[in-house]
């Protein structure tokens, strides 16, 4: 056997040879000949990730005022302990009795609140909850006894809890919608494959419309693994234009459909749906003119209105695949990483999975979360000195 590197390859193969000569000639498999041209291609590829980590290394002072930043973390915690809220405690208590049938309620809805903040952000058990609770009541006189685990349990799902958002009024907003998994159980793969034949675990979506600029969530739907997100679309527009406008949206192609992209102009919404390939080159073309031609011959006004629905959409994928880099940044595209980092955040805050049960604990539980986020942001959102980054 003769020796061998990649060089020699190199120069073969620009001489025209093939791998199979190649191999012939120095006596060794084909297979070894293209395990040399795969190291090389990792080391080339190995050597400019490192040359592009040196160049886009970024320099954090620059971009984040730390002494507001770190201001902001320290709100946090204090937000978590924050006793002033129970102020009001017989007046909550007692609005919350009026007419009420059956047993009267002791403890407001503030302080079943505070309790199960603690809980989501250190991740305890309820149990372990009572426990804390036994301690803090000593600095709360108008808590006679400690709330019992159980009942926590119950007042969670009797929440009516809704969005909260912390920004200025906005009489114009650009948002990036996406959804994501949260997982209803811990169980690891292998105990399911192996006691429940395979059967997939189920979990539930969390759909959110975060604003481009504030980065605060303005819409989100919580719902089972079985609904589909090009479904919610419209859900998120109208929930968002509460707090403003929608000027423009992002989606992935997730949320393509012709009802989605005709939803977005009929709104006057500069709609960023990214489209799937369902059709390319010349089967795209012929499409395109077989509905134009139905649009003219069809006298009926729905059939018509559906047509240009599909003509819409084919348009739409016949840009995106003219020019991928021009159609993105027609829609400033690259900025929907924003709805991706919140579910980061998220994640990190709260972890990937719920603790509840049922489908009505769940989504309060899911919203609370979403509410403590906003508010952290709303701490942090200052010390940006540019708009660029995105890291709680």
Same mark, same amino acid.
């Given at each position: ?14 001489? +025209? ?54 201001? +902001?973390?320290? /709100? ?20 919350? *009795? /009026? ?48 709330? *019992? ?18 920004? &200025?009024?906005?009489?114009? !907003? ?57 479904? !919610?679309? =419209?859900? @998120?527009?109208?929930?968002? &234009? ?39 080159? &010349?089967? @795209? ?16 006004? =729905? ?26 940044? /027609?829609?400033?595209? +690259? ?10 955040? #998220?994640?990190?805050?709260?972890? &990937? ?25 709303? #701490? ?13």
């Amino acid at each position: 056997m003769y020796a061998l590197n990649i060089e020699k390859i190199n120069a073969l193969i620009q001489k +025209g040879k093939k791998i199979s000569e190649i191999a012939k000639e120095y006596k060794v498999t084909r297979q070894a000949v293209y395990a040399h041209l795969s190291k090389a291609k990792k080391a080339k590829k190995r050597k400019k990730s490192k040359q592009n980590s040196i160049i886009q290394k970024r320099n954090y002072n620059a971009l984040i005022d730390w002494k507001v930043y770190n201001n +902001g973390l320290i /709100k946090r915690g204090e937000i978590l302990l924050d006793f002033d809220i129970f102020k009001n405690w017989e007046k909550e208590v007692s609005a919350m *009795n /009026k007419n009420k049938v059956g047993a009267r309620y002791q403890y407001p809805d503030s302080f079943i609140l505070f309790l199960l903040r603690l809980k989501i952000m250190f991740q305890i058990d309820y149990r372990t909850l009572q426990g804390i609770e036994n301690k803090l009541i000593v600095f709360i006189p108008q808590a006679k006894k400690s709330a *019992n685990y159980s009942t926590l349990q119950r007042r969670l799902k009797k929440l009516k809890l809704n969005l909260e958002i912390y920004q &200025e009024e906005q009489i114009q !907003q650009e948002i990036a919608g996406d959804a994501s998994g949260l997982k209803t159980s811990n169980r690891g793969e292998y105990r399911m494959s192996k006691y429940r034949n395979g059967v997939k675990k189920r979990y539930v979506k969390l759909h959110i419309a975060v604003n481009i600029k504030t980065r605060q969530v303005v819409s989100n739907i919580i719902t089972g693994d079985e609904v589909s997100d090009n479904t !919610q679309l =419209k859900k @998120l527009i109208k929930e968002a &234009e509460r707090s403003g406008k929608v000027v423009k949206g992002l989606f992935d192609s997730g949320y393509d459909s012709k009802e989605n992209y005709w939803f977005l102009k009929e709104r006057n919404i500069l709609g960023g749906i990214k489209p799937r390939a369902t059709l390319r080159g &010349e089967r @795209l073309a012929d499409e395109i003119a077989n509905v134009k031609r139905e649009i003219q011959r069809s006298k009926k006004s =729905k059939k018509i209105i559906e047509l240009e629905k599909r003509l819409l959409r084919l348009k739409e994928m016949k840009e995106y695949q003219s020019n991928e880099k021009k159609w993105k940044s /027609k829609y400033g595209y +690259g900025l929907r990483w924003r709805s991706e980092g919140r579910y980061s955040v #998220f994640k990190r805050l709260f972890g &990937e999975n719920v603790f509840s049960k049922g489908m009505g604990s769940i989504k309060n539980e899911v919203q609370l979360k979403v509410n403590l986020m906003n508010q952290f942001t709303s #701490f942090l959102i200052k010390a940006y000195k540019t708009n660029n980054i995105d890291t709680g």
